[in-house]
C-alpha cells in the first residue's frame, strides 16, 4: 500500500521555540495533503489542506501565522510550530491520498513543549 | 453540528462478542467512507471503505445506509487483538477533505 512518511515521531522543546515536522509521500506524488492535531482522548481535527506550489487551506481557528505550512514538492509538505507553547503540545499526523480516496497517514508527531 | 457523530463509548466486551459501532454524517454531499482502527498512540490504518451495498471482511462488516446518512460497522467473534479505538470517516464532496468522527473505544476483554 501507499506509504506516507512523517518524521520526527516525537519531539520535546522549549516554550518559544520552532519545531518543523515533515511528511513525505514515499511512493506516489501528492498534489495535496492534510495536517491534522490530535488532542487526547479526542479524535483528529483537519488543521489545515497543503498543496503543492501554492497557499495552504486553513480550517477556522487554526492561525496560519502559527503553523507554517510549505509543500515545496510534489512529495513533501512541512509544518512548522513557530513559538510553541505547552498549549500546542499534541499529537500531529499528515495523511495524503493517492487514489481510490483512501487516506494513508504518517506515522504521526507527538509534540511536547516544555 | 458536527460533520460526522460517533458514540465514544467505551465499549468492553467478552471475546467471541459481536459489536457494532454507529455513526451519523450530515452532509448529504458526502462522496466516499471509511473505518479507520487506531491503536493507542499510533496514527490511524484504513480498516475497510464503506459501500451502499454493504462489504464484508472477515469479520468486519460495513454499511451505509445514504437515505439515513448513517454508517455501522460489525465485528464479530471479537478477539483480544481488535481492541482499539474505530474511527468513522466521511470524505467532503470536494473530494479532498476528511472529516472524522470522535472514534469509539473498543477493549475486547480475555
Known amino acids: 500500500g501507499a506509504v506516507v512518511s512523517q518524521h520526527p515521531s516525537w519531539v520535546i522543546c522549549k516554550s518559544g521555540t520552532s519545531v518543523k515536522i515533515e511528511c513525505r509521500s514515499l511512493?506516489?506524488?501528492?498534489?495535496?495533503m492534510f495536517w491534522y492535531r490530535q488532542f487526547p482522548k479526542q479524535s483528529l481535527m483537519l488543521m489545515a489542506t497543503?498543496?503543492?506550489?501554492?497557499?495552504?487551506?486553513?480550517e477556522q481557528g487554526v492561525e496560519k501565522d502559527k503553523f507554517l505550512i510549505n509543500h515545496a514538492s510534489l512529495t513533501l509538505s512541512t509544518l512548522t510550530v513557530t513559538s510553541a507553547h505547552p498549549e500546542d503540545s499534541s499529537f500531529y499526523i499528515c495523511?495524503?491520498?493517492?487514489?481510490?480516496?483512501?487516506?494513508?497517514f504518517g506515522q504521526g508527531t507527538r509534540l511536547t513543549v516544555v | 453540528r458536527k460533520e460526522v457523530e460517533q458514540d465514544p463509548g467505551p465499549f468492553n466486551v467478552p471475546e467471541g462478542a459481536t459489536v457494532a459501532f454507529n455513526c451519523t454524517y450530515s452532509?448529504?454531499?458526502?462522496?466516499?467512507f471509511f473505518w479507520y482502527r487506531q491503536d493507542c498512540r499510533k496514527e490511524p490504518k484504513l480498516l475497510m471503505s464503506?459501500?451502499?451495498s454493504g462489504n464484508e471482511d472477515g469479520r468486519f462488516t460495513a454499511q451505509l445506509n445514504r437515505a439515513s446518512q448513517y454508517i455501522s460497522l460489525l465485528i464479530r467473534d471479537s478477539k483480544l487483538s481488535d481492541s482499539a479505538t474505530y474511527l468513522c470517516?466521511?470524505?467532503?464532496?470536494?473530494?479532498?477533505?476528511?472529516?472524522f468522527g470522535t472514534g469509539t473505544s473498543l477493549t475486547v476483554i480475555p
Open positions: 495523511s495524503a491520498n493517492p487514489t481510490g480516496g483512501k487516506a494513508f
Open positions: 511512493d506516489f506524488q501528492a498534489t495535496t
Open positions: 497543503s498543496n503543492e506550489g501554492s497557499k495552504a487551506t486553513y
Open positions: 452532509n448529504s454531499a458526502s462522496q466516499s
Open positions: 464503506v459501500y451502499s
Open positions: 470517516v466521511a470524505m467532503g464532496d470536494t473530494g479532498n477533505q476528511f472529516y
